[in-house]
Nanobody, 121 residues
């Protein structure tokens, strides 16, 4: 079992930045690939970024490339999502997940409760 807790969400103006954190506890964090997904009201859950177990492999959704950076620190069992140049379209609840490296949410077995990101224009 893995427990995940996101933090770092909030209200930011367009063009601003936020860094989300996801702290893990329980089973060996370093054994899992980690992903970030988001879901806006009335929309389906959307892949944001993913990172392999050692941090050497990363994937991004096309619309996030160049603006978002995923990283992880296995020593403190935390994965991060640095978000820059935020746009109102980035407004959503952001979730971290642990599982197999993939852009498909179905490949992740453990999920956090989510953190709200709101970008004002």
């Amino acid at each position: 079992q893995v427990q995940l807790v996101e933090s770092g969400g909030g209200l930011v103006q367009a063009g601003g930045s936020l860094r989300l954190s996801c702290a893990a506890s329980g089973r060996t964090f370093s054994a899992f690939a980690m992903g970030w997904f988001r879901q806006a009201p009335g929309k389906e859950r959307e892949f944001v970024a993913a990172i392999g177990t050692s941090g050497g492999v990363t994937y991004y959704a096309d619309s996030m490339k160049g603006r978002f950076t995923i990283s992880r620190d296995n020593a403190v069992k935390t994965v991060y999502l640095q978000m820059t140049n935020l746009e109102p379209a980035d407004t959503a609840v952001y979730y971290c997940a642990a599982g197999s490296l993939s852009s498909s949410w179905g490949q992740y077995s453990y999920w956090g409760q989510g953190t709200q990101v709101t970008v004002s224009s």
